[in-house]
T-cell receptor, first 116, second 115 residues
Framework: GAVVSQHPSRVICKSGTSVKIECRSL??????MFWYRQFPKQSLMLMAT?????????EQGVEKDKFLINHASLTLSTLTVTSAHPEDSSFYIC????????????FGDGTRLSIL | AQSVAQPEDQVNVAEGNPLTVKCTYS??????LFWYVQYPNRGLQFLLK??????LVKGSYGFEAEFNKSQTSFHLKKPSALVSDSALYFC?????????????FGQGTILTVHP
């Protein structure tokens, strides 16, 4: 089946640090990738959608200068949380969708980000 | 606009009994419907989808779901629950009439299967 690899799985760092999270589709080409944020016991909140080679489309209320997304190839997208602060602590999950009608999104295992 | 409702925050069943996790949706175009399962501190695992065709779709781990257009529902079912099925389940919908449709998730249902 389709596999999405996300790492690191956990990051603990000091306030003001920038953190990069990688998301790779291992066995399929992901024309579209998605980044979500999930708060405890809540559903997923879509942050942004990126298509390979294009600028990401951010959801309302998500700061694009704070959450930098790069989708440079059909198998790799990165999310960089710049100058992270404690309120950015959360569980971040990436997702990738291949070509073809009705393709499901496949999800990485998430990154637990803790900013001290 | 599109939306998904999972009316039950929690579902409790005994091992070996059938289980149902409810989902209703609203979408303006063609409904593409999905079920995902999430285990603690993990991402979402794809279980099954309805795009077109038979209303009863079968997926991973013995799960199935029935698409009901008139009731705009897509309930997840399993004939005999296992303790290992205990997890958080999400229903999601996408508008299939557009290539760039985004998934909208329900709030999730915690399934607990008791031994």
């Amino acid at each position: 089946g389709a596999v999405v690899s996300q790492h690191p799985s956990r990051v603990i760092c000091k306030s003001g640090t920038s953190v990069k999270i990688e998301c790779r589709s291992l066995d399929f080409q992901a024309t579209t990738m998605f980044w979500y944020r999930q708060f405890p016991k809540q559903s997923l909140m879509l942050m942004a959608t990126s298509n390979e080679g294009s600028k990401a489309t951010y959801e309302q209320g998500v700061e694009k200068d704070k959450f930098l997304i790069n989708h440079a190839s059909l198998t790799l997208s990165t999310l960089t949380v710049t100058s992270a602060h404690p309120e950015d602590s959360s569980f971040y999950i990436c997702s990738a969708r291949g070509t073809g009608v009705g393709q499901p999104q496949h999800f990485g295992d998430g990154t637990r980000l803790s900013i001290l | 606009a599109q939306s998904v409702a999972q009316p039950e925050d929690q579902v409790n069943v005994a091992e070996g009994n059938p289980l149902t996790v409810k989902c209703t949706y609203s979408v303006s175009g063609n409904p593409y419907l999905f079920w995902y399962v999430q285990y603690p501190n993990r991402g979402l695992q794809f279980l099954l989808k309805y795009i077109t065709g038979d209303n009863l779709v079968k997926g991973s781990y013995g799960f199935e779901a029935e698409f009901n257009k008139s009731q705009t529902s897509f309930h997840l079912k399993k004939p005999s629950a296992l303790v290992s099925d205990s997890a958080l389940y999400f229903c999601a919908v996408r508008d299939g009439s557009t290539s760039y449709g985004k998934l909208t998730f329900g709030q999730g249902t915690i399934l607990t299967v008791h031994p």
